[in-house]
């Protein structure tokens, strides 16, 4: 690895020291596949004539799919029903494993980027449910207060970045009884 012009790396590979890079004096091009460089120190890599790049697209359908997936599952009981059956026990008329037929629910999307416009995408195309309604930080046109959204929604996604808090406690207590959260 000495002689690499170019890494492909992801979020577990860390080149955040000085001599991170002084060990590859070759390297001309390190890329990050994902979003973000928090894995990469950008002035070390600068001061060490290495180009960095990433993938901010590569994840897109399949976080927004994975999100989709979980409210699938959920809806449909499948682990209530997978661990009664694995118990012996056969619950057909228990409601713990009644299925919710989305289609009359609202999909809340907190965070219209890529991941949150691509799952109001997917979600809109399968006709999973009879509502997709947003919010976004950058008061993106068609977009609900935050507040109004998890008020009213079902399922709610989060797909949106940083490290701060989003769904308060303040926020959580606004949820209605049986709805699904999915973080991604």
């Excluded at 046109?141 to 008020?151: H, N, S």
């Amino acid at each position: 690895m000495p002689e690499a012009q170019g890494l492909l790396i992801r979020s577990d590979t860390k080149f955040k020291e000085a001599v991170d890079f002084e060990r590859l004096q070759k390297l001309m091009y390190l890329i990050r596949s994902g979003v973000g460089y928090d894995n990469i120190n950008l002035g070390h890599a600068s001061r060490a004539g290495v180009a960095t790049l990433n993938t901010p697209g590569a994840s897109t359908t399949p976080v927004a799919m994975r999100s989709l997936m979980f409210a699938q599952a959920w809806a449909a009981r499948l682990l209530p029903a997978t661990q009664s059956f694995r118990d012996g026990k056969w619950m057909r008329k228990d409601a713990a494993i009644e299925p919710v037929n989305l289609s009359e629910r609202t999909l809340g999307i907190i965070g219209y980027g890529r991941i949150g416009q691509e799952t109001a995408r997917l979600a809109k195309a399968l006709e999973l449910f009879k509502d997709v309604t947003f919010t976004d930080i950058a008061q993106k046109p068609g977009a609900i207060a935050l507040e109004d959204l998890v008020e009213h929604s079902h399922v709610i996604t989060v797909s949106a970045g940083g490290k701060d808090a989003i769904l308060t406690q303040d926020l959580l207590k606004r949820v209605q009884e049986g709805t699904l959260v999915v973080n991604t």
